[in-house]
């Protein structure tokens, strides 16, 4: 055999090293991505059961959460349920920290009643918001251009209370309370898809003063990013307040 042709052969097996390699990584990586059936069945199983020892309204779970990126610190599969009542839609799951039975019932539904208050505060000076809600159901599309058309130049507001705060301050989910009883502080999180303006930060000073003026939220922090609808950051710093 040549020496040109043992250095094709060599270069050759080399390729096909590399390519199994990569194919192999690539097969790791979706399998991933992908959850465990049996741990799927058995967080359905548990959640279903926590709903049934726990809410007497009618709830039912209508997927599961595979946590693969690690955004949840509580947990790495959860139940995803929705309450009829309330048309809430919340988490339950089996916290790795406390072995204990879990939910997100009362900082959902807080969440969504808190948005819904705040809103118009922000439309009237920056023009549409979509609440969280009304992401969702936007994004429940697989056609990212038709979700990028839905959006359009609106903003997007989302109110993070903390995930077990119903646990912490040991409230019944079939008699859940409003927020405005209660001392709590969550962070509104304001996504506006444009540059910033000059008259931003006396309308988010505005916003804040009318919304603790009319009581719709006492306390909390407003942190407001500017991002373009895909995704790419048009300021180098958020804008944040605490009140």
Do not use: C
């Not at 790495?76 to 339950?92: Q, S």
């Amino acid at each position: 055999m040549s020496k040109t042709k043992k250095i094709l052969l060599i270069l050759l097996v080399i390729f096909l090293f590399i390519l199994a390699g990569v194919v192999i990584l690539m097969y790791s990586f979706t399998q991933g991505m992908k959850g465990d059936p049996d741990e799927e069945m058995k967080v359905r199983v548990q959640a279903e059961q926590y709903l049934v020892e726990n809410f007497k309204e009618k709830t039912y779970v209508y997927d599961v959460l595979y946590d693969n990126m690690g955004n949840f610190d509580e947990f790495e599969y959860a139940a995803k349920v929705r309450e009829e009542k309330y048309g809430t839609e919340f988490l339950v799951y089996s916290n790795v920290h406390t072995g204990k039975m879990e939910d997100s019932f009362i900082s959902n539904k807080w969440r969504d009643d808190s948005e819904k208050e705040i809103k118009p505060y922000i439309e009237e000076k920056i023009g549409d918001v979509k609440s969280s809600v009304e992401m969702k159901e936007i994004t429940d599309s697989n056609n990212y251009e038709e979700i990028q058309a839905k959006i359009g130049d609106s903003s997007e507001l989302v109110v993070l209370f903390d995930r077990e705060i119903g646990r912490e301050l040991d409230i019944d989910p079939n008699h859940p309370k409003s927020y405005k009883e209660y001392d709590v502080a969550p962070s509104i999180l304001l996504t506006i898809h444009r540059k910033k303006q000059d008259s931003d930060e006396n309308d988010f000073n505005s916003i804040i003063q009318s919304i603790k003026t009319d009581r719709a939220l006492v306390r909390g922090e407003l942190i407001v990013n500017y991002v373009s609808i895909d995704g790419v950051a048009l300021e180098d710093d958020e804008w944040r307040k605490t009140f």
